[in-house]
């Protein structure tokens, strides 16, 4: 559970406060016409004026006194049962003010900034930030005493959403003076990707020896020589070791160190998808579900998955770049940077590509994933499988495009369902 508690507390730092009078007739300018009227009528000892007069500014002073006082020692409390979920679950979200004084308060209202993302059902009123709506809540608070709003939060769609900030308004009993505070009371609600049902990906990397699909996958990696062996017709310039055949006066290659563990880069190209219809809107959702659908597969199945995504994160306008690891805290780190993908893009991807290349290890598997590639963007994945990397693409939308004579692994994705028969190619 997480729980948020700020202070409405007057004069500390990092809070706005605001009082304006209900009415011209309680501005400056008018009370001192009225101090001037009262002192004039008690100078010429015109007695029901002057009471008169007396009785306003008495009142007005109180008033101003009283809305002074009202935000002193009010604290206001958000608590949220979860700050994680996925699409389709719910959050519960309580809203406390609490009145630590003696001096009570005849109303107060709360206003709590809320995302349109996460209150479906709820009356909002508009908000200056966009994509936000403000609940509106009041009540009455005796000397210490508090109040408590419960609220149901639906997690409707994936994102990463911030709730508040919070502005707790109070005065005096008559209302002359409201008094309002703007409290920096926010939090964060990371609303995953959905993750579908994958049967066993295309991915060459998979079935290394031909279309026989085996339990375990064996490779080799070249940064670990175990040992020698004599050069037999087929094997690479690159293996030989020279030293070793200059000893033994007969060409040697290097032995390598056989390993099982799979590596799989994910590549999400943002600049591929459009977004100006609820179709691309959906495609992009789509694409973002087809990555973390994949990376949940690879992790279950104990092997290494990694994200690169040419975005601006929601929340720290960077690029999403995670290396190839395992385990259940690699997945959450995939899924939380997949929540706050946004469509703006940190660069073009091919610019990105170069530059996040550098951090993969050596045999990983690229998985690249877009919507309508450029001509560039074939081409380079082209090059990446003329180099020896393997290479699978998959194309989410109804609008395919041919790519036989590249060699290329392609797939498209074009809801869902297609997700269970990625691994029969097309």
């Not at 002057?50 to 009785?55: E, R």
């Not at 008559?174 to 505070?181: D, H, K, N, T, V």
């Amino acid at each position: 559970m997480s729980v948020s508690e700020t202070p409405v507390v007057p004069n500390e730092a990092g809070r706005r406060f605001s009082a304006e009078p209900a009415g011209y007739l309680l501005n400056r300018f008018s009370l001192l016409a009225v101090l001037a009227g009262l002192v004039l009528a008690a100078w010429n000892r015109n007695a029901p004026i002057a009471i008169l007069l007396g009785l306003v500014l008495s009142a007005a002073g109180l008033s101003w006194l009283w809305s002074r006082l009202s935000l002193k020692g009010v604290y206001c409390e958000r608590s949220l049962s979860e700050v994680r979920a996925f699409p389709d679950e719910s959050i519960e979200m309580k809203l406390r003010v609490v009145n630590r004084k003696l001096l009570p308060l005849p109303w107060i209202q709360v206003d709590d900034e809320l995302p349109y993302g996460l209150a479906r059902g709820i009356r909002l009123l508009p908000a200056a930030r966009q994509g936000t709506g403000v609940m509106s809540k009041t009540a009455a608070l005796l000397w210490y005493s508090r109040v408590s709003w419960r609220q149901t939060l639906e997690c409707s769609k994936r994102g990463y959403y911030t709730l508040g900030p919070v502005q707790v308004t109070s005065g005096d009993i008559f209302g002359f003076y409201p008094r309002s505070a703007t409290e920096k009371l926010v939090d964060h609600v990371i609303v995953y990707p959905r993750i579908y049902d994958v049967a066993r990906p295309g991915i060459p990397s998979l079935h290394p020896l031909g279309e026989t699909r085996a339990e375990r996958r064996i490779f080799e990696d070249p940064s670990r020589t175990i040992g020698v062996r004599e050069y037999t017709p087929g094997d690479s310039l690159r293996r030989i070791h020279w030293k070793a055949s200059a000893r033994h006066q007969q060409l040697q290659v290097k032995v390598f160190e056989p390993t099982t563990t799979l590596k799989v880069a994910l590549f999400l190209v943002i600049d591929s998808f459009r977004h100006d219809d609820p179709q691309a809107e959906a495609d992009f959702e789509l694409g973002i579900s087809a990555a973390a659908s994949i990376a949940n597969y690879i992790t279950e199945q104990g092997s290494l998955a990694g994200l690169f995504v040419n975005t601006l994160l929601a929340d720290s306008r960077q690029p999403a770049v995670i290396p190839p690891g395992s385990g259940r805290g690699q997945l959450v780190a995939i899924l939380e940077a997949l929540a706050k993908v946004t469509s703006t893009a940190s660069s073009p991807f091919e610019e990105f590509l170069q530059g996040s290349r550098k951090r993969l290890p050596w045999g990983t598997t690229l998985v690249f994933i877009f919507a309508k590639p450029s001509d560039t963007l074939v081409e380079t994945l082209a090059g990446l499988k003329e180099k020896g990397h393997r290479v699978l693409a998959l194309q989410i939308g109804e609008q395919a495009v041919g790519v036989a004579n590249h060699g290329l692994t392609w797939h498209n994705v074009r809801s869902p369902s297609d997700l269970l028969i990625i691994g029969g190619g097309q």
